[in-house]
């Protein structure tokens, strides 16, 4: 059965540093894109950050370039998304999904999501 | 970017009715490639229709998507207690790929 599993969310200052994980069970991360989309409060999904199939590409969002990196390690199955330079806009739910075996970004599994909070 | 903007916000019906929901694009989804997620709360988000109109893996017959271009459609033909949830669009045609707002499917 496959299974992702975030964690990692915290509540953090404005500026700060978080790391979010993914624990990845049921297929091998090396076999498959994966990306990160959040949900802030009282808005819409909004992906954020993609790591190709290879992990040799990734792609991010206007909002993260520069802040965000999108990693993983194949021999823990677990997908990372280290964020720096925190801001009050950062604030979400954040979901790791599977790509469908493919090119189109097509999400055949998520998590249930982590929650961030940028605050002082 | 692509804006996918969804209707109703909120659409309340009863078990047993039709829902019809719409997620309409700020310009051109080609080759259709265009999906719809549920999710419910406390729950991940899962894949309904993909590619407009092609159901995913155990998705029931229930559910069914149309379209093309810049008008979607998620048609609910019977709703079941278990449908009611939120329901979000994704086109994933056009870098960087978007996310409607979505639409809360509420009992009546």
């Known amino acids: 059965e496959v299974q992702l599993v975030e964690s990692g969310g915290d509540l953090v200052q404005p500026g700060g540093s978080l790391r979010l994980s993914c624990a990845a069970s049921g297929f091998s991360l090396g076999s498959y894109a994966m990306s990160w989309v959040r949900q802030a409060p009282g808005k819409g999904l909004q992906w954020v950050s993609m790591?190709?199939?290879?992990?040799?590409?990734?792609w991010y969002a206007g909002s993260g370039k520069g802040r965000f990196t999108i990693s993983r390690d194949v021999s823990k199955n677990t997908l990372y998304l280290q964020m720096d330079s925190l801001r009050a806009e950062d604030a979400a739910i954040y979901y790791c999904a599977r790509r469908r075996l493919g090119q189109l970004s097509i999400y055949d599994y998520w998590g249930q999501g982590t929650l961030v909070t940028v605050s002082s | 970017e692509v804006v996918l903007t969804q209707s109703p916000g909120t659409l309340s019906l009863s078990p047993g009715e039709r829902a019809t929901l719409s997620c309409r694009a700020s310009q051109s989804v080609s080759r259709r490639y265009l999906a719809w997620y549920q999710r419910k709360p406390g729950q991940a988000p899962r894949l309904l229709i993909y590619?407009?109109?092609s159901r995913a893996t155990d998705i029931p017959d229930r559910f069914s998507g149309s379209g093309s271009g810049t008008d979607f459609t998620l048609t609910i033909s019977r709703l079941e207690p278990e449908d009611f949830a939120v329901y979000y669009c994704?086109?994933?045609?056009?870098?960087?790929?978007?996310f409607g707002q979505g639409t809360k499917l509420e009992i009546k």
């Open positions: 790591i190709s199939e290879s992990g040799d590409n990734t």
């Open positions: 994704q086109q994933y045609d056009v870098p960087p790929q978007t």
């Open positions: 590619g407009a109109s």
